[in-house]
Nanobody, 123 residues
Framework: QVQLVESGGGLVQAGGSLRLSCAAS????????MGWFRQAPGKEREFVAY????????YYLDSVKGRFTISRDNAKNTVYLQMNSLTPEDTAVYYC????????????????WGQGTQVTVSS
């Protein structure tokens, strides 16, 4: 079992930045690919970014490429999402998730989820 806890969300103006953290306990994160997802009110949960176990390869939703960066520190059992140049369209609850499977953008392939952290971007 892996327990994931997100932090770092908040209210920011358009063009601003936030850094989300996802701290894990229970098992070491080196065993898992890690993803960030988001869900806006009335919308389905959406893939945002993914990082493989070693951290050498990352994947992004097209609309966040060049603005968001996913990273991980396996020694600290923590995954990060640096978000720059935020827009109101980025407003959502952001979730981190861990998967024992290969890379996928489908939420159903992820085994463990955090409780989410709210990100609100004002115009």
């Amino acid at each position: 079992q892996v327990q994931l806890v997100e932090s770092g969300g908040g209210l920011v103006q358009a063009g601003g930045s936030l850094r989300l953290s996802c701290a894990a306990s229970g098992r070491t994160l080196i065993n898992y690919g890690m993803g960030w997802f988001r869900q806006a009110p009335g919308k389905e949960r959406e893939f945002v970014a993914y990082i493989i176990r070693t951290g050498y390869t990352t994947y992004y939703l097209d609309s966040v490429k060049g603005r968001f960066t996913i990273s991980r520190d396996n020694a600290k059992n923590t995954v990060y999402l640096q978000m720059n140049s935020l827009t109101p369209e980025d407003t959502a609850v952001y979730y981190c998730a861990a998967t024992e499977n290969s890379y996928s953008r489908r939420p159903s392939t992820f085994n463990y989820w955090g409780q989410g952290t709210q990100v609100t971007v004002s115009s």
